[in-house]
């Protein structure tokens, strides 16, 4: 429509390393290997071994995708009530030598790692607590493994396409923390389909009766579970997707273009994604009025086509 000489999508990195392994939040060295690639990002992403293969040996000898997703959060969870109790015992020490008219800010943080230690002695993720603002603001710093959001992949067979939905149902329910999704994709078959071209693959895809990409369902669910939406830009130098996070003002989307853009803004043009198709053109969007003046407090919304007006 703009015909714009670059294209810029929205990006979503996935960094893939190494299952976890029974015991590994004993094994110290091996523990903070672990910590170094994940601490620092904005979710995990479990894929659960869930189709059947005789020839894959699987490494605790039986196929049981619950069982495994129990492993999986409970070494997490044991990995951060090491955390949890060293940092117990240190502020219990300091406190003691500390000034009564400086305590309060060590004693709120102790009383929220009290509070969520015996959660993780049962295996509940700190995702599921329901902690405030202040909450999470106090344990931002330690990076908490279960306090990521976490999207878990069921890896099926072909043969199971059909009852996708039923599994992922029956996963979920067995899996009710917050914060927490399930998506069922097969492998083996994504790979196939990713050798064909969009046609073949989208033809193959409607044989099957599967309405998108396993890989498309993974990167809006990954996507949206971190809260994330996405607005665009257009014109003839470039078209291009901005992310934003959900409940965002439109002054703060501007910030994300540009820092000039936040500190000077005036307004903003602002229409859908799927007004503006329909109509063709911003004039088009206008005449038909679903192009509107948007003021600092307008909340974007997810598809939204924005045009900044700011002062320098």
């Known amino acids: 429509m703009f015909k714009s000489r670059r294209e810029v999508p929205a990006d979503i990195e996935y960094v893939d390393i190494a299952g976890v392994a029974r015991g ?3 094994n110290e060295p091996w523990s903070k290997q672990f910590l170094n690639y994940i601490a620092t990002a904005d979710a995990l992403l479990h894929v ?6 005789e020839s894959v040996p699987h490494p605790e000898g039986s196929l049981d995708p619950l069982r495994d997703i129990e492993l999986v959060d409970m070494e997490l969870a044991l990995t951060d009530l090491l ?29 929220v790692l009290e509070r969520i230690k015996p959660q993780l002695q049962q295996g509940v993720p700190i995702r599921h607590l329901g902690l405030n603002e202040e909450e999470e603001k106090l344990l931002r710093g330690f990076q908490f493994l279960t306090a990521k959001p976490m999207l878990i992949v069921l890896n099926i067979d072909e043969e199971q396409v059909a009852e996708a939905e039923d ?9 009710p923390w917050q914060n927490t999704r399930v998506v069922a994709l097969a492998g083996k078959l994504e790979m196939e389909m990713s050798q064909l ?13 599967v309405p998108e990409s396993g890989l498309d369902k993974v990167i809006r669910e990954s996507y949206s579970l971190v809260n994330l939406l996405s607005f665009f830009t257009a014109g003839e130098k470039e078209s291009r997707a901005w992310t934003v996070r959900k409940g965002s003002p439109i002054q703060v989307a501007a910030g994300v273009i540009h820092s ?12 859908s ?20 003046l948007e003021g600092k407090g307008y909340i974007v919304q997810n598809g939204d086509v924005i045009e900044v007006l700011f002062s320098v």
């Open 24 to 26: 590994a939040s004993q």
């Open 48 to 53: 659960v071994r869930a189709f059947r293969n």
């Open 83 to 111: 955390v949890v109790q060293k940092r117990i015992d240190r502020l219990a020490d300091s406190i003691k030598k500390t000034a009564r008219s400086e305590r309060e800010a060590s004693e709120q943080e102790l009383a």
């Open 167 to 175: 599994m992922v149902s029956q996963v979920a329910s067995k899996v």
């Open 197 to 209: 071209d969009e046609r073949e693959a989208e033809e193959f895809r409607e044989a099957l009766g």
């Open 260 to 271: 000039d853009m936040e500190r000077g803004f005036i307004r903003a043009e602002v229409t």
């Open 273 to 292: 994604y799927d007004d503006l198709v329909r109509c063709g053109s911003f004039a088009e969007a206008r005449h038909h009025g679903v192009l509107r």
